[in-house]
Every structure is written in C-alpha cells, then in structure tokens.
C-alpha cells in the first residue's frame, strides 16, 4: 500500500529555508514555489501527497493556479477550518489511517494523527528527503547530459570482463 503525505502547506512553507525570504515579498510565489517542489518530488518519487492550505477564500488565493501534476492535490479548507483541522478530519475518516504521512511542525497535530494511527513527519525531514530526491535527479541528469555513457564493459561485471577478454586474446594469436 503505497503513502499519501498530508502536507500542513503553511507549515512546511515557512520551515523551507529556500522559501522563507520570498514570504516576505511574494506570498503566493512561495506558496506556488512550495507546491512546485513537491509535484516534482512526487513525480520523481512517486509518492502522492495533498498539500493543504488554510482556508481563506477565493480573494486571497493566487490568481494563477499552484502548479499541479501526477500524484499531487492542493486543498484549501473551508474559510472557517484551519490546515490542521482538515488533515485531522481526513485522517479521523478514513479507514486506512496507517497509510497516510502527516508532515507538519505543529507537535499538537502530530501528536493526534499518530495517536489515530497515521505516520507522522516534522518538516526538516520530509524536507531532507525532498533534498535527496532533488540530488539524485540533479546528478542522474549531469550524468546522462555529461556525453559519459557508459560502454557495454562498463556495465559489465569482472568475471563476464575476464572471459571477454580472454576470448579476445585467443582470437588475436589466431589472427
């Protein structure tokens, strides 16, 4: 049974050292930046997550759409419900509570979830996780657009190695 991150959206944003200038200057660029990096996390992952936003009305949500993709759902709770309210109610009804994450720094929510039987996950370590995917991806790109594909006896282990070049050797004294 595969995860699904409940994500406190507001949270995690204010906890996202990348992110924490732009708050000051550009709240909605942060909040779009956030659910951005975490679409490409699922993508890359393939975990699914639902990043959850407070609810505030249609007036102080970004004009643009937050980025969106394959495995990712941005919820805006109800103007009168808090972002740890709604994620409380989705893991309070539903039946398989083991099978979501909570990421949240709020101890209080945390603390609740897993009580109900949800997996639980402070920022600084979904974050850390989120940084590790993006070094992989990076380092995976660089070497495919670095020209160092590897050559057939770079793939190959020492024992196949061996026998290759043995057969080599022999058809060389024959020629």
């Known amino acids: 049974m595969s995860s699904i991150y409940l994500i406190d959206g507001y949270n ?14 550009d709240f909605e660029a942060a909040r779009d930046a956030l659910a951005a990096m975490v679409t490409i996390w699922c993508s890359a992952s393939g975990h699914q997550a639902k990043i959850i936003f407070d609810g505030r009305g249609p007036l102080h949500e970004s004009s643009t759409p937050p980025l969106s993709g394959k495995g990712v759902e941005i919820i805006y709770g109800p103007g009168h ?13 539903t039946g398989q509570r083991q099978s979501y994450v909570v990421v949240t720094g709020d101890r209080g929510i945390r603390d609740l979830c897993q009580h109900m039987g949800a997996f639980v996950m402070t920022p600084a370590h979904f974050l850390t996780g989120l940084n590790e995917t993006q070094t992989t991806m990076r ?14 006896e770079d793939r190959l282990d020492s024992g196949t190695l061996a026998q290759l070049q043995e057969l080599k050797d022999k058809l060389k004294d024959k020629g």
């Not at 808090?82 to 409380?88: F, N």
């Open 12 to 25: 995690l944003l204010h906890h996202t050292p990348k992110l924490r200038n732009l708050v000051r200057t």
């Open 81 to 93: 419900l808090t972002a740890d309210t709604v994620i409380e109610r989705m893991v309070y009804n």
């Open 139 to 152: 380092e995976t790109i660089e070497h495919k657009s670095s020209g160092n594909i590897k050559s057939l």
